[in-house]
């Protein structure tokens, strides 16, 4: 396994998903068990201030099709943000996998240090795509990924690191 | 900004613990405005099988201790795990941005393709270098990264992105 663009995000954020997407079927599956009305779930969140569940999952996905888009220098498809089901949120992850199977390992060579725009704190701003993804797209995606998790295991849905990790 | 193993390891680990150092900080500052004992922050957890906080501090501390050192070869530093206050969770963290300071970008050169040696799941595992990184320590890092982040916006600490990701 060698270093490079690509493995340091594309590959990383496909593998992440496929977790985050199990962690999702767990907490269906638990719902359903429990008798809990799943938009409870899909509506809680950490604090009256944070973002509830299904805004968290959008979030992240967000960041796991732009970073790589955004370093490719593609344009970053959109999406329309109106996820209201687990299955609708399974199909925004499994659609940002199909973006992301998208990009070869050629596609990202060089974006290291190829310049991206990227909107931080309501303002265009520019860095290297080296920086962006490390200290920008990564940190925030797995942000949102953890604390999607965090509001699940909250919520007493059995989950364990190895879902999350996706190592099981 | 090149791509290198220091770029990923060593800078993204000491960025993000600085942004750590601030968010307990920021915490223990609120746990005094608000009379609330320290001691209730730092045993806080979101589930009842979660880790408190103190101990998310540590193996956070202990991934970002330990990555670089099996990547470069080195001894991972033992750390006691005795921390009982704000003050010794800060000089933890400290502690273990000193000892990546001791890394150079050389020291890690090549170690993508390196087999390293870690114990998961209860037993010993070799996998290459760049894997352990990017889909065991990382990972890791960042989920008890934002799990301490996240206990803490659950008690109320007024903290923000921002403060998570370092820009502020």
């Known amino acids: 396994m060698t270093l490079s663009m690509y493995e340091v995000s594309v590959a990383v954020f496909s593998a992440r998903l496929k ?12 719902a359903g068990e429990r008798k809990i009305d799943p938009q409870v779930f899909l509506t809680a969140r950490l604090a009256p201030d944070m973002f509830a569940l299904t805004r968290q999952v959008q979030i992240a996905t967000d960041h796991a099709k732009g970073a790589p888009s ?8 959109k999406y329309e943000d109106s996820e209201a089901s687990f299955a609708e949120l399974q199909a ?9 199977a998208t990009f070869s390992a050629a596609d990202l060579e060089g974006s290291d240090e190829r310049i991206v725009e990227v909107r931080l704190g309501g303002r265009e701003v520019s860095m290297a795509g080296l920086r962006y993804l490390l200290h920008v797209a990564m940190p925030n995606f797995y942000f949102h990924l953890t604390t ?4 699940l295991r909250h919520n007493g849905v059995p989950l364990g690191k190895a879902t999350f990790l996706g190592s099981r």
């Open 19 to 30: 977790a985050l997407s199990s962690v999702l079927s767990t907490a269906e599956q638990n």
């Open 92 to 100: 925004r992850i499994a659609k940002t996998l199909d973006h992301l």
């Open 70 to 77: 955004r370093l490719a220098g593609r344009e970053v498809p």
């Open 148 to 151: 999607a998790y965090d509001i």
